[in-house]
């Protein structure tokens, strides 16, 4: 078989070697030289307040030395980082970053932009527009301004931010028409809906429109005002819709008031990332209405999400949103988005209805694998070209499914290749944002066409956005990334199915690892993998303590985890680590993995207790593979096949010593 060879990746980042040095430092030295004329020719003929002589004095040399001093400890410090540019590293969600991003970042940074609004950065304001733009074309959302839905992105220090403003801005939908209702009854009420007064609308019914329908309701109601002779009664009754508003009243008035409205809930998967928890707590929904909903080997189970939502409807509890995960954080397994979306629009038809947030932090770029260059969705039979398994039916749907969520995280600093702190949030209908704008919505006095101009309308960025201030330098990273790779399966999408071919490739040396080490202990892989994560455990032939194989997966990850005290050079390979809990698994999942490991089932427990022998979570060693040389063989070496044997080394070594050895010990 002739070596695998990704010779057109070359060019793509600075190299685990750092390979591209050249072009890097050529790149940098000129833009940096670009910058200093910059600065110099705005304004030639003011003089230098810096003036030549000002190097020769003591403070000067002083302060250049103190600084020199600590970037010298600093640069000695940040060898301790770790070297998630190598092949070898094979932990966390980070790998090398693509020059593109990596260099535009660094050539905007001196230029300082604040992309808070276009005052501050005039250009990079337009570039982050456009970066959302791209990202919403990539997942499958329309983008023609004179059409409705026309979507909008934006990026957010991380996913984490951008899953919480999901639900800051669905809230603010989802509860806008009651406030129309009860600020119109105190003003003669006003509105209308689907031609109906809207004091003859319940509460409950207001509160399950579909989401498109609140949002046009929010225009027809702002129309309607501006349409009224009296521009100050509009703008009274403007108000008092503010007024009225959860997010001027907060939950606990809001629900006194509308006692057939309880404090909704967010039905999540177990699997879902820790922000959501964050979100819940943020937001003042508190964390006792996220419900988890089932999933079936880490896959949210579409049944169980049935169930929640019939109860919901059954108690009348408001569901705010449903979170779909798009690639888990700890399995990369992909939630069945199609089926959230087919529920969605089942129960909306009984009157319930709720918005739908895609979690595709970790898996939204894989999107690019599925797009043609002329926008279309590929068919199965082509996207599969050059994987073993990927996409199973499943993930094809629910990556063909995207468009019909109301929005989606996706993080640029993840499968983007990019610098942190890059994520995004990308909704289907711009409109959302009018909702949560942060001035007076009877600002409607604006000329007409400037609201109606996206590109224009969100160059004051920070007035619609949960953010302040925020670096302009990401949105040109991202920007220029996506103009460099198009998100597309010719370009980005080559790169991102590298990474799901390195699993898939993983994923049967890994059953041929478990062949070899047979003899001495069991090694499984708990979940087909979907994407490109891929956890395993392993447990001494004759051990049925799962305590005990914890200790025993302990020590083996004490060889592949990040240690402080130890340079970084020592390390084979970086791993990481993830626990499994019984809540998360359940029963069925759990005997089985437990059935598998020769573990058990008693031993494990919900908590531990005092048992030696018995254990709360399985620990499992967990591998993103995003590295793009982790199977090329230019040179000989293949580093999956050396992480394979390294890691049955690693397993013998660590095997607890057999009676016979410790016998011989006693007795030495
Ligand atoms: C990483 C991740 C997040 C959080 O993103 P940050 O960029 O770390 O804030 C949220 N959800 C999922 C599924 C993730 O993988």
């Not at 419900?291 to 079936?296: D, G, L």
């Not at 009348?316 to 629009?345: K, S």
């Not at 790779?485 to 991102?496: K, Y």
């Not at 994560?533 to 200790?551: Q, T």
Request: proline share 7%; aromatic share 10%.
């Amino acid at each position: 078989m002739t070596p695998v060879s990704r010779r057109y990746l070359a060019p793509l980042f600075l190299g685990p070697y750092a390979e591209n040095d050249d072009a890097l430092e050529k790149i940098l030295v000129e833009f940096l030289r670009d910058h200093v004329y910059w600065r110099r020719n705005f304004h030639p003929e003011d003089l230098p307040p810096i003036s030549t002589f000002a190097s020769s004095s003591p403070e000067y040399q002083a302060f250049m030395a103190r600084m020199r001093r600590e970037l010298h400890l600093l640069s000695a410090a940040l060898k301790h980082s770790v070297p998630f540019s190598s092949p070898r590293y094979i932990g966390h969600m980070a790998s090398d970053l693509l020059l593109p991003g990596l260099i535009a970042q660094m050539m905007a940074l001196p230029y300082n932009p604040n992309n808070v609004v276009d005052e501050a950065a005039p250009v990079t304001v337009e570039l982050e527009i456009e970066a959302g733009l791209q990202l919403a074309r990539m997942l499958g959302y329309a983008t023609d301004e004179r059409r409705t839905p026309c979507a909008f992105g934006h990026l957010t220090s991380g996913g984490s931010v951008a899953n919480y403003e999901s639900l800051w801005l669905l809230r603010a939908v989802k509860y806008f028409p009651l406030a129309a209702k009860a600020a119109g009854a105190r003003c003669g009420d006003p509105f209308e809906l689907r031609g109906r007064p809207l004091a003859q609308w319940d509460d409950w019914s207001l509160l399950n429109l579909p989401l498109a329908e609140a949002l046009d309701f929010r225009d027809t109601c702002m129309a309607r005002l501006r349409a009224m002779d009296d521009v100050n009664a509009a703008e009274r009754i403007a108000e008092a819709i503010e007024a009225e508003r959860i997010e001027a009243l907060g939950m606990v008035t809001f629900c006194a008031r509308h006692p057939d409205c309880p404090p909704p809930v967010v039905l999540a998967p177990v699997t879902a990332h820790y922000s959501w928890e964050k979100a819940m707590k943020l937001l003042g929904l508190g964390t006792a209405q996220l419900v988890r909903v089932p999933a079936r080997a880490m896959r949210m189970d579409p049944a169980a999400l049935d169930e929640e939502l019939s109860q919901a409807n059954w108690e009348r509890r408001p569901v705010l949103c449903v979170v779909g995960v798009l690639g888990t954080t700890e399995f990369g397994t992909v939630d069945p988005i199609h089926r959230i979306v087919a529920a969605r629009d089942r129960w909306q038809a009984q009157g319930l209805s709720f918005g739908i947030h895609v979690d595709a932090a970790w898996g939204g770029y894989l999107a690019s694998i599925f797009r043609d260059e002329d926008g279309s969705f590929l068919p199965r039979e082509k996207v599969r070209q050059g994987f073993r398994r990927f996409p199973s039916p499943d993930v094809y749907d629910a990556f063909a499914a995207l468009g019909g969520a109301d929005s989606v995280t996706i993080d640029p600093h993840k499968l983007g290749y990019m610098p942190y702190g890059a994520g995004a949030l990308v909704c289907r209908d711009h409109r959302a944002f009018d909702f949560v704008a942060q001035d007076a919505p009877y600002a409607f006095s604006r000329p007409a066409g400037e609201t109606a101009n996206l590109r224009v309308k969100f160059r004051t960025l920070g007035r619609y956005i949960l953010e302040g201030s925020k670096p302009g330098a990401s949105a040109a990273a991202v920007y220029v990334t996506h103009r460099t790779l198009p998100l597309d399966h010719r370009h980005f999408g080559r790169l991102q199915g590298e990474s799901v071919a390195s699993a898939e490739d993983f994923y049967e040396r890994l059953r041929a690892l478990a062949a070899g080490v047979a003899d001495v202990a069991k090694l499984v892989v708990p979940f087909e993998p979907d994407s490109n994560l891929i956890c395993l455990a392993v447990n001494p032939n004759g051990n049925v303590s799962l305590a005990r194989m914890n200790e025993f997966m302990e020590r083996i990850y004490g060889h592949l985890r990040v240690d402080r005290a130890q340079p970084v050079q020592t390390r084979q390979f970086f791993g990481s680590s993830t626990r499994l809990y019984r809540g998360t698994l359940g029963e069925a999942e759990s005997r089985r993995i437990l059935g598998e490991l020769g573990i058990d089932p008693a031993t494990f427990r919900d908590a531990p207790g005092d048992d030696p022998n018995a254990a709360d979570s399985i620990l499992i060693l967990r591998h993103t593979l995003m590295n793009p040389w982790l199977d090329d063989e230019t040179n000989g070496v293949n580093y999956l096949a050396l992480y394979c044997d390294y890691l049955a080394e690693l397993i013998r070594a660590e095997l607890p010593p057999s009676r016979v050895q410790l016998l011989r010990q006693r007795s030495a």
